[in-house]
């Protein structure tokens, strides 16, 4: 157990963060696989884990009724899968989909919720970590949807 | 005192298309051969006005390799009058063409260094001529970085060059679309998000950034973000070049004719200007 705590803090989202944080966050969490083409969740069901990769590939996509799939994004190697936790109702809004063989920490959402409203720092801890990768997605959104490798207007 | 300028920089010759090539939907490379003159040498970076006799001149970068002195390459996409005209010429065609113009990336300046190669779309095809001479002088380099963006898989460039380049040991290769379908399994996002994933070493790496302007601002944010140093940072600017030579004015950019400043600027020098809407 000491050996997947150690692991768990020393995934890049949690790097340098207190020991007693993390260990409050180890509280929550578990050790998971997915096998390629199985999906860690889909679009409208309850956001009530959000996962820390370890290693593997997830793929987030959207279905369109009478088309294939549409990939938005893929996540990788120490990457942060989900943010719908945060925010009522706590719905997913996409689908996520292991493409290749994925390891990754599940943390059990209202339990982290639930320790955040009783320690307000373990709150702020994790939220100055979520923001950035949040900010960063959002404005890698607007690259993607200006199109810029698109046909410039006539 | 303006110096006086070779008697034929404004007059284009004869140049017979002795290759088409279909990269995509709407892009084509051109094998072109001199029909009056030796082929003149060119650095990577640089680019040719290519007219298209009826309809119009465009300025177009150099693609191939710069040790091929057998003929240019030019890979075009088809997007206007006259680059839609170039990107339809057929073999034994003749096209005219002026240059080469404008200032390369700074091979020399690179050297001793690893190199981080950061290309969107069609900004690929300038940067070949750098890949070709760094896998050539390899010696010279540290690692080799080539970071390409896309936006679908279809429109991947030059795609079976990239698998080979990955192929080597001192090479990496990252390539991202901005959308697929579930049967691309690489990587989805931006290229500045691949920047991130990079691995490199910042301070010792020289990048060479070429794609849309946009792209190109926040690849050079990414890379800032990442350490390395803006005067380290090389980007290739496009603006509506006439003269080619620094005379009409129209690819002027601030203290600078993209054409004959340019096309090749250092990020440090211009990062202010390209906030600048207006220009």
């Known amino acids: 157990m000491e050996m997947l705590e150690s692991m768990l803090l020393a995934h890049p989202f949690l790097a340098g963060m207190d020991p007693g944080f993390g260990h409050l966050l180890f509280g929550c969490a578990r050790n998971l696989r997915f096998a390629p083409g199985t999906f860690l969740f ?12 370890r290693e593997g590939r997830v793929a987030l996509q959207l279905h369109i009724p009478g088309r294939s799939p549409l990939v938005i994004a893929t996540l990788g190697d120490g990457d942060l899968v989900g943010a719908s936790w945060l925010v009522a109702p706590y719905r997913w809004s996409y689908d996520a989909l292991a493409t290749a063989p994925t390891r990754a920490f599940g943390l059990n959402a209202a339990c982290l919720r639930e320790k955040s409203e009783v320690d307000h720092h373990l709150g702020y801890e994790m939220m100055r970590r979520l923001v950035p990768v949040m900010v960063k997605r959002m404005q890698a959104a607007r690259h993607q949807l200006i199109d810029v490798y698109g046909r410039p207007p006539t | 005192m303006i110096p006086a300028l070779p008697p034929d920089t404004m007059m284009p010759e004869p140049w017979r298309v002795r290759s088409v090539v279909r990269e995509s939907a709407d892009v084509y490379t051109l094998g072109l051969e001199s029909l009056s003159s030796p082929v003149p040498p060119f650095l990577p970076g640089q680019f040719n006005m290519l007219y298209a006799f009826g309809v119009g001149e465009v300025p177009i970068s150099l693609s191939g390799d710069a040790a091929d002195v057998s003929g240019f390459v030019h890979t075009i996409r088809a997007v206007g009058a006259v680059s839609t005209a170039l990107s339809q010429a057929q073999p034994d065609s003749v096209l005219g063409l002026r240059g080469p113009f404008g200032c390369g990336w700074p091979l020399t300046e690179a050297s001793g260094h690893d190199i981080l190669i950061v290309a969107g779309g069609l900004g690929l095809a300038p940067l070949r001529p750098v890949i070709y001479h760094l896998l050539a002088h390899s010696e010279h380099f540290g690692r080799i970085t080539i970071l390409h963006g896309s936006r679908s898989p279809a429109e991947i460039l030059f795609r079976s060059e990239l698998a080979m380049w990955q192929t080597r040991p001192d090479v990496s290769v990252a ?29 010792g790496t020289i990048a060479f950034v070429c794609g849309p302007e946009v792209m190109m601002r926040f690849s050079a944010a990414a890379l800032l973000a990442a350490g390395v140093g803006a005067n380290r940072i090389h980007v290739s600017m496009e603006r509506n070049m006439k003269c080619a030579i620094g005379l009409c004015g129209h690819c002027q950019f601030g203290a600078d004719f993209v054409c004959r400043d340019g096309p090749v600027l250092p990020y440090d020098r211009i990062a202010k200007r390209l906030a600048v809407p207006e220009l």
Do not use: K, M, N
């Not at chain 1, 889909?42 to 990769?53: I, N, Q, V």
């Not at chain 2, 996002?189 to 301070?203: K, S």
């Open chain 2, 175 to 203: 390539i991202t679309v901005d959308h697929a379908d579930p049967t691309w399994h690489g990587h989805v996002g931006v290229v500045p998000a691949l920047v991130e994933r990079a691995v490199f070493d910042p301070p």
């Open chain 1, 42 to 53: 889909r679009e409208g069901e309850s956001a009530d884990e959000f996962y820390l990769l």
